[in-house]
T-cell receptor, first 116, second 112 residues
Framework: KAGVTQTPRYLIKTRGQQVTLSCSPI?????VSWYQQTPGQGLQFLFE???????NKGNFPGRFSGRQFSNSRSEMNVSTLELGDSALYLC???????????????FGPGTRLLVL | EDQVTQSPEALRLQEGESSSLNCSYT??????LFWYRQDPGKGPEFLFT???AGEEKEKERLKATLTKKESFLHITAPKPEDSATYLC?????????????FGKGTKLSVKP
């Protein structure tokens, strides 16, 4: 099975712009979660989508939004970019079905965003 | 408050020098504990899932164990390619699907 894929892998934007990141989960996985990782804060949870519905949301401002499509692919959008948004953005997918092992998350390679 | 604490923050080993990484957790209810390995600039790579005290999982030079308060990741005869940051993550029973609590990680360096 192919792993989680994220596009683009690298991105440079300027303050005030907006950005859209894309994530394709492992085939058959219905849950997609997004994380922000910075050296100072570590991994921080942004939100989780399951069957096109947002199930959980982290403590991030409304500038951060996401959605999930019927094929489980997900996008996240950050509007009005700030310097502090520079980070590695990670997407993770999981089956989220019944039974053991269904909650394990598998991460993609990440999108490195640099805001100038 | 649910919390995951990993120790030490950094560990330097000589090749072949076995050691253990610790993950202590306090959660209202443990739904699962996960170990990941992360190389710089890359996404975390899944290693193990543990669900109940007494459970053990092994993969090559790595062995993960779980008690009611902590988990250990034992590394036997490490090699330089084992150098990475090891993350411990716990899912509790909060919310509709449980919440994930991340440890800060242990950065392991193995010198030849």
């Amino acid at each position: 099975k192919a792993g989680v894929t994220q596009t683009p892998r690298y991105l440079i934007k300027t303050r005030g712009q907006q950005v859209t990141l894309s994530c394709s989960p492992i085939s058959g996985h219905r849950s997609v979660s997004w994380y922000q990782q910075t050296p100072g804060q570590g991994l921080q949870f942004l939100f989780e989508y399951f069957s096109e519905t947002q199930r959980n949301k982290g403590n991030f401002p409304g500038r951060f939004s996401g959605r999930q499509f019927s094929n489980s692919r997900s996008e996240m959008n950050v509007s009005t970019l700030e310097l502090g948004d520079s980070a590695l953005y990670l997407c993770a997918s999981s089956p989220r079905g019944p039974g053991p092992g269904q909650e394990t998350q598998y991460f993609g390679p990440g999108t490195r965003l640099l805001v100038l | 408050e649910d919390q995951v604490t990993q120790s030490p923050e950094a560990l330097r080993l000589q090749e072949g020098e076995s050691s253990s990484l610790n993950c202590s957790y306090t959660v209202s209810g443990l739904r699962g504990l996960f170990w990941y390995r992360q190389d710089p600039g890359k996404g975390p790579e899944f290693l193990f899932t543990l669900y109940s005290a007494g459970e053990e999982k092994e993969k090559e030079r790595l062995k993960a164990t779980l008690t009611k308060k902590e988990s250990f990741l034992h590394i036997t005869a490490p090699k330089p390619e084992d150098s990475a940051t090891y993350l411990c993550v716990v899912r509790n029973y909060g919310g509709s699907q449980g919440n994930l609590i991340f440890g800060k990680g242990t950065k392991l360096s193995v010198k030849p």
